[in-house]
């Protein structure tokens, strides 16, 4: 598996695919078919996660091709990690209370030997074992693994689900606060408190063509229990009435300026923005680190070549810029970085999540009914 670092070879990725495997998606997307057949799926989320393509660019590519009927399952996925984003901006304390709960469990197991096995892939759980090693060298899992592996690390490990979350935001190209935070919290049974994910030995069979066998798990496991209720906070998302003449940030989450909803306003400059492991409290591996170097770096050429004036600055760099805006970094490091420096930036908020997120409030079955009219916002 290979993330070429490039807005031209994703946008080929998604061609590919869109022409060529689309319509089998909903009768093969949760088959793992293992590293060397992942055509069943789009592979786009490290791409759609640094907004390097959006979801909105990938729902119209699918749309040309077949009818919203046909294509229903596919976009109901991406928009998963819209409506996850949405869930977590209306409860941002879910992801503050998780920092603080991981910062106090990682004290607890840093030697802790059933933890230090499951992160080196050496349990007796031979599949388990296979995708640490995968998710250490691809730096992806197909969404099916990310189940089982979570549902595995929580009820037959035992170990803290907070603590697999970490693992997967440091190795995944994709990791995302919201999408990772929620999707680990859902396994749990947390997140739909009492409904939780039990991987089962057949299911695993089943979906990897048969590729593991003999795997022994706890497959009766109760839920995990959370006694932490999380009310929503209202916020507004509104960008200002006009858009001034002002120099632009721009965080990990945008890196494609020309597909914004702001790529026809004059700014003064744009500043993409770096964000180090000494300011993030989940230390990234160094390769997810250095894919997102390079996707900072192909969208400063991409600018550059269209006579942008553009500057790559590290986030502790931001305190010296004046007058700016930024694309809205999202629930996560970025916006962390933010608050606690005490730095008030005005937000420019996506047209997509500014109307999408008001349909966050309730579970992704009521949000599925709104896609339509989310997608007829589209022209
Ligand atoms: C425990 C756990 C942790 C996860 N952590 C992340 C994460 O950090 N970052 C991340 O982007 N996704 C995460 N996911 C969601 C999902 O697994 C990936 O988005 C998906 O596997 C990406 O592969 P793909 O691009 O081939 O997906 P496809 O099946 O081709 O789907 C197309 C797009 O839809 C979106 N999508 C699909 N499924 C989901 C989903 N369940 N939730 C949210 N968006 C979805 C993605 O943007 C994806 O690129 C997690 C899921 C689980 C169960």
Redesign the pocket.
Known sequence: MNFETSRARALEKLNI?VENNLSE?SRL?NFDFGTDN?SN??????Y??HGIIN?KE?IEKSLGKFSFIKNEK?IQ?????T??KGWLELRPNVWSDYLIELNKIKGEFKNNQNYLNAIEGKTNIECFNAWINELKENN????HT??W??SIWIFTLELPWQL??EF??QH?Y???AA??TL??R??AGIQTQGKHYLASEWNIKKFTNNRFNNIKLNENAPPKISRKTYSIIKQDFNNPQNIEDKSLLIFENNLAFEITDFQNNKFKKIYLISNKNENRSIKLSEKVMKFKSLLIEDQEQRLKTNSIDCEVIDISEIKNIENSYALYPTVGENLDFLSSNSLKIDFLYRKLDQYSWQYCNKGFFNFKNYIPKIISTFN
């Open positions: 695919f998606y997307r992942r799926i789009s592979c786009l989320s490290p759609i996660t979801e990938v596919f996925e991406v928009l998963w990690r409506y996850w992806y899992l197909h969404n990310r189940m592996f979570a697999g979350a997967f935001m995944l994709d990791g995302d999408s990772n999707g680990w859902w396994v």
